[in-house]
């Protein structure tokens, strides 16, 4: 596999995943803390009380990454730390602990690259209607800047959201992720309006603050799908299934990739997602439209796993029945990293903006063998084709800025505790011990192989 000198190798992490402490150093709660206190959210009833302390073992937890040689860490701030309240008052105790850990990676030569919001909101906030109350673009904004004005001098990439699409659909449509609600359609839209302003708004507080070098993205995950074959019909059928509302795969039209997209990118819904929703989607004025749509600098990609489509007799798409053997991830997720080739062509073709994979990866049955090793050989397997896949990409033309690899180490997954691990690094959270697994050193290969 082939990547461009300045491509940058790294790993993931989220904040509520990772840190635990969660009610030290003056920080309030998160609608996830609350979420997990409720009997039968998660579980085996685990939460994110302690995860993987990392808080704490964080100096520990940047050596690792030294040893693995990343170039870049992926991490998200915590809003309940920074500001208790939601908005006013700083909490410097919990501002600090970001002002350290950056500090701590560029001392190791790890690139901070920081994503303002991985789905922690405040409950206080919260509890004021969270991102239903229009006001929810402003509270975002200030937090934006409190934080750009205490890192901007050091971190140079940013990103607003982490998954708008994701946590909509499972935290606010299905009632799986927190805050556990299940609401209309109607009511999404509206939400996903505010989301949007967020996300404009805190750009340009973020562009106040930050040094002129500084790159903003924002972190998606969407429906991706890939063609059964290359033949032009398929592709054109995969093509359009991947900005269709609804989209042929059978999700919900909230999680179609043109309702969140479109109007960052573009300035505007396209007709189709216009007629399909109708008079629910909220009116967006032009003014509002510009503060959604100004320049961002990348677009990263959360990919795991596609939809094969084919083109049915009237070259509509339609989703095929696989025809590989693909194998399945410890989530029962499919295996398909021809996703991210076609993924990332389909959005660069529309969206004309550099990819950086903010997420890929795979659960495993990991576990420290008798040898003190974790022998993860299928994740190594996996990372393999995603990336050969990904590397095809950016060889036919498509910008491609980095790859951040999902997780860094064990965490907590969310409504599925810590059952599922996804990390380079083993956790072992009883005793806090970490084991850097055989993927870790292999993938320590591949970011070495790229100067070569």
């Keep these: 596999m082939k990547f461009s000198k300045d491509f940058i190798f790294g790993a993931a992490s989220a904040s509520y995943q990772i840190e635990g402490a969660i009610k030290e150093d003056g920080k309030s709660l998160s609608i996830w803390d609350t979420y997990c206190m409720r009997e039968g959210t998660i579980k085996k009833g685990h939460n994110g009380d302690i995860a993987c302390d990392h808080y704490h073992r964080y100096k520990e937890d940047v050596q690792l990454m030294k040893q693995i040689d990343l170039q870049a860490y992926r991490f998200s701030t915590s809003w309940p730390r920074i500001l208790p309240n939601g908005t006013g008052a700083i909490n410097e ?28 909101l405040p409950l206080c906030l919260y509890e004021k209607g969270g991102w239903k109350n229009p006001d929810s673009a ?10 750009g004005t205490k890192l901007g001098d050091r971190v140079k990439n940013w990103m607003t959201f982490n998954e ?14 927190a805050p556990g609600e299940k609401n209309s359609t109607f009511e999404c839209l509206r ?8 996300h404009g708004k805190g750009t340009s507080d973020l562009r106040s603050v930050l040094q002129k070098d ?13 063609p059964e074959d290359d033949s032009p019909a398929n592709v054109a059928a995969a093509r359009k299934s991947m900005f269709d509302v609804p989209n042929a795969c059978g999700y919900h039209p909230v999680f179609s990739n043109t309702l969140y997209l479109d109007p960052i990118f573009l300035g505007k819904y396209d007709p189709q997602t216009l007629d399909y929703f109708g008079d629910d989607l909220p009116k967006i004025n032009d003014e509002e439209m510009k503060i959604i749509s100004q320049p961002i600098d990348f677009l990263g990609l959360n990919y795991y796993s596609g939809f094969m489509i084919k083109a049915d007799e009237q070259g509509n798409p339609i989703e095929a029945e696989s025809k590989e053997d693909e194998g399945y991830t410890n989530f029962d997720w499919p295996v398909r990293p021809k996703g991210l080739y076609w993924g990332s062509k389909f959005l660069y073709e529309r969206y004309k903006s550099p990819i950086l994979v903010t997420e890929n990866g795979m659960s495993s049955a ?8 974790v022998h993860d050989h299928e994740r190594i397997d996996f990372l393999r084709r995603y990336l050969e896949e990904f590397s095809k990409a950016g060889q036919d033309g498509v910008p491609l800025m980095g790859y951040m690899q999902w997780s860094i180490m064990d965490n907590f ?4 505790g810590f059952g599922q691990r996804f990390g380079l690094i083993h956790i072992d959270y009883k005793t806090q011990k970490r084991t850097l697994k055989d993927s870790a050193l292999w993938y320590k290969e591949i970011i070495k192989s790229k100067d070569e």
């Design 164 to 177: 708008m699409a994701m946590f909509v659909r499972l935290g606010y449509l299905e009632a799986v992720h």
């Design 93 to 120: 105790k919990g501002l600090d602990f970001y002002d350290r850990l950056v500090d701590e990676l560029l001392t190791n030569d790890i690139e901070p690259f920081l994503t303002l919001f991985h789905w922690d």
């Design 214 to 226: 500084a790159k903003i993205g924002f972190a998606h995950c969407g429906a991706i799908n890939f």
């Design 191 to 198: 939400m996903i309006k505010n989301l949007l302003l967020a």
């Design 138 to 147: 402003d509270w975002f904004a200030e937090y934006a800047s409190v934080v």
């Design 366 to 373: 990991d576990w420290v063998a008798l040898d003190g090793k």
């Design 413 to 416: 997954e969310w409504s599925e």
